[in-house]
Structure formats: structure tokens, C-alpha cells
Nanobody, 126 residues
Framework: VQLQASGGGLVQPGDSLRLSCAAS????????VAWFRQAPGKAREGVAF???????YYAESVKGRFTISRDNAKHMVYLRLNSLKYEDTAVYYC?????????????????????WGQGTQVTVSS
């Protein structure tokens, strides 16, 4: 599967944004999907994970503010970012794994994701 992330931009604190990830090459139904982010000088961090079994998981830092969703028919994965903070500034990546059924540990196990999008920059600044 190939992944193409988009939707990043420059926003102010408190604003909202929706990131999109377009999948092609294979039906999205076969994959668990996630969003990771990487800020300058920091390690890549998992923020949201859809296990493919109707379960979703979030990093504590974004819980209640970010929402992951997917539309298998449209081959799309989304990440809704609400109440954005300065510390949300990062490059955001979508990722897919052919292993279904993982729990929230997937957020700290980037190695299970065999396919990655190219990243989209989110900058939160006043």
C-alpha cells in the first residue's frame, strides 16, 4: 500500500486542523493505521492508532483533542486535531501495518508499520 499525507499548515494555538492520508495499491480494510509525529530534535511519537478491529488508541498527550478515523471505501485515513498547542508542532506521518489486533502498544512500536507516508508539517504558532 502507498500512503500520501496532506493537510498540514500553519495555525494558531487553539485552532483545529484535519490531516488526510490517501491510501492506494491495496484495500485499506487489510491494514491497521496510525499517525505518528516527529518534532525537531525529538524521537518519532505515535499519537493515534486504529487497530483495524474497531478499536482506537491515543497517546496521553493528545487524548481528548485528536481523533483518528478512516473511510475504507474512499481509501482514506484522517486525523482531526483540535485545541492545538505549541507542542503539537511536528511533521505528521501516517503509517499502515498488515498486522491487525494490536492494542495501544502499537503507538510505541513503530517497527510493526511497514508502510509510511511522506509526512505533512503542522506548525502551531501565534
Amino acid at each position: 500500500v502507498q500512503l500520501q499525507a496532506s493537510g498540514g499548515g500553519l495555525v494558531q494555538p487553539g485552532d483545529s486542523l484535519r490531516l488526510s492520508c490517501a491510501a492506494s495499491g491495496s484495500p485499506l480494510d487489510y491494514y491497521a493505521v496510525a499517525w505518528f509525529r516527529q518534532a525537531p530534535g525529538k524521537a518519532r511519537e505515535g499519537v493515534a492508532f486504529d487497530s483495524g478491529n474497531d478499536r482506537v488508541y491515543y497517546a496521553e498527550s493528545v487524548k481528548g483533542r485528536f481523533t483518528i478515523s478512516r473511510d475504507n471505501a474512499k481509501h482514506m485515513v484522517y486525523l482531526r486535531l483540535n485545541s492545538l498547542k505549541y507542542e503539537d508542532t511536528a511533521v505528521y506521518y501516517c503509517a499502515a501495518s498488515s498486522t491487525l489486533g494490536w492494542d495501544g502498544k502499537a503507538l510505541t512500536t513503530p517497527g510493526i508499520f511497514g508502510w509510511w507516508g511522506q509526512g505533512t508539517q503542522v506548525t502551531v504558532s501565534s
